[in-house]
Structures are given as C-alpha cells and as structure tokens.
C-alpha cells in the first residue's frame, strides 16, 4: 500500500514538474520576444530622437514674427499675386517655412545682416515652388519666386535625407540644418540646398536637384 503511495505521489509530482516547465518555457518565450521588440523599439525611438536636432533647428524660424506676420489674411491673399497665372489657386504650406540664407562658394555667408525666409508653395493644379521673403520688422518683401518639381523642404523629403544622413560622418546628436542657397560668385548660378552641420565641424550639403535629392561631403 506504501508504494502504491509513493508512485502515486511520485507521478502527481512529475507531472506537477512537467507542468511547470512548460510554463516556464512559455514565459520565457514571451519574455524573448517583447524584449526583442523592446529593444527594436528603443532602436527605433534613438533614431527619431537624434533627428529631432535636425529638424527643430531647420524650422525653428517657425517661432519668428515673420512666421506670424506670413499667416495674415493680406499674405494669404500675395502668393496668388507673387506667382504666375498658370499656377492655379497657389496656397501657402506653412509647414514648410523657415530662416533662408545665402552662401557663397566657400560656405560662408553672402547676407549676415539680412533676414530672409522662405515659405513653399503648392497649388490646384500640381505646381509647386517657394517664395523667399525678407522681414525688417514691419513688413514682409518679396525676394523671389521659384516654381519646382517638387516640394523643396526637409519633411517633405526625410526619408531620402535619413539614408544619405546614414551613410555619413554625421553627429545626429548635435547637427543643426538650414535652409540654403548656394551661389557661384564667378557668376555661374546658384543651387537651393539644406546645409547639415554638427559640433565636429562636419558639413553636408543635401541639394534639391530638378527631380530628386543629392548630398555632398563639404567638411573641410
């Protein structure tokens, strides 16, 4: 009767013992794949992060009066004026508003005391384009208009610029970008580009070619 007992009792244990590891195994799978996601979601969240350096300082002329001055029904109404009659219904995307500067061949400032803006453009009919602006601090001046294939703006093409960002020396941590154009000052023309820079004196320029974006190391 004892060792009826003892086996009875030595089963139930076993498959207690049984029961549990399958558990355990179970838990222990689960545990492996939500911290695999954990850690491809951190992954994930470090790479927004850095661009968020990137991003804040291209549209930090969003916090600016000209910003502000821009968005007043009377400007509303100037880039139907500004632009030519072929572009249909033009409206202002906001969003894509920041400081502007000019550069000449050696990257360095042509304008310094000057402050200028650019704010892109689309309209009804699939145009699109950008308006440069200047701002003396009670009005808004029409520097130029430009029409595009494209919207030439850092959003608008991210995806292709966090690539090529990849490919480079680039500090994401610290790198500051802005919205550029480049001039030949041997009079041979200009190009529109965003200028990417971080505390270790790297300096990439993304250009907005006719249908697409290229990047060029311009660290000395």
């Not at 549990?20 to 470090?46: F, K, P």
């Not at 310094?112 to 009670?138: R, T, W």
Request: glycine share 4%.
């Amino acid at each position: 009767m004892k060792k009826v007992l003892s086996l009875v009792l030595m089963a139930t244990f076993v498959v207690s013992l049984i029961g549990c590891t399958g558990q355990h195994s179970v838990s222990l799978s689960n545990a492996s794949s939500t911290m695999n996601n954990e850690i491809r979601i951190d992954y994930d969240d470090v790479n927004t992060d850095m661009m968020d350096s990137v991003i804040s300082s291209y549209y930090s002329g969003q916090s600016s009066r000209a910003f502000k001055m821009l968005q007043k029904s009377i400007f509303k109404r100037l880039v139907d004026h500004w632009t030519d009659s072929d572009i249909h219904n033009p409206v202002w995307n906001y969003d894509t508003f920041t400081r502007y500067q000019t550069l000449d061949s050696d990257i360095a400032r042509v304008d310094p005391d000057e402050e200028l803006y650019c704010c892109a453009f689309s309209s009804d009919n699939g145009k699109f384009g950008y308006i440069v602006v200047s701002y003396d601090g009670d009005s808004l001046g029409n520097m130029g208009v430009v029409e595009t294939q494209y919207l030439y703006d850092l959003n608008a093409n991210i995806d292709d610029i966090v690539t090529k960002l990849k490919e480079t020396n680039i500090d994401l941590s610290s790198a500051v970008a802005s919205r550029v154009k480049m001039i030949d000052t041997e009079g041979k023309g200009s190009v529109e580009a965003i200028r990417i820079v971080d505390n270790y004196g790297n300096v990439y320029m993304c250009y907005f070619d006719e249908t697409s974006i290229t990047f060029a190391d311009h660290t000395n």
